[in-house]
């Protein structure tokens, strides 16, 4: 069965990882200085990923998939730390590394017209909101349908949005 990380002994993981609690203590506090380890790797190479978009050119789809793609290969690690205790810790430290990017890439993609900054805000977190929902349902749910759920979550995020902006044409 599956644990909560606060469930989890150093022990349980140094067992599994075949290595002895010295090797494990050499590099860890504890278990909880292991996850935000690993987060902060999530973090990172999900930075990485960023960087090899260029907003400018990628179709939301495009990006979508990426992320789903994303989620995709690193779907237990990521099941683990969004579950765990420090959850709202850990989404609100990738809520700050994605709605820049994000952002960035809407205003490439609409005509944000002044003083609708309330409206741009409040479309990004309606927007978030529902890809978070669709990412966790990912991470349990079936790794086939991920091009597909991709693909209608950007197909939402723009209908979404052209009902506030006008897009830019190409």
Request: with cysteine; proline share 3%.
């Amino acid at each position: 069965r599956k644990k909560a990380i606060h469930e989890i002994t150093v022990s349980e993981i140094c067992k599994a990882c075949q290595i002895n609690r010295a090797t494990f203590y050499d590099h860890y506090r504890d278990v909880f200085d292991l996850v935000q380890d690993m987060e902060q790797e999530m973090l990172l190479e999900l930075q990485g990923l960023m960087d090899t978009v260029s907003p400018e050119e990628a179709e939301p789809a495009d990006v979508s998939r990426l992320f789903f793609s994303f989620l995709a290969e690193h779907r237990e690690t990521l099941n683990l730390l969004i579950t765990s205790e420090r959850s709202r810790e850990f989404c609100a430290r990738l809520d700050a590394q994605l709605m820049p990017f994000f952002e960035k890439k809407i205003r490439q993609s609409y005509l944000i017209p002044e003083g609708m900054e309330m409206q741009l805000r409040c479309a990004m977190e309606f927007v978030s909101a529902g890809y978070y929902r669709f990412f966790g349902n990912a991470l349990t749910g079936s790794p086939a349908r991920i091009n597909e759920e991709a693909e209608i979550c950007a197909k939402l995020s723009d209908s979404c949005l052209e009902l506030l902006f006008e897009r830019i044409a190409r």
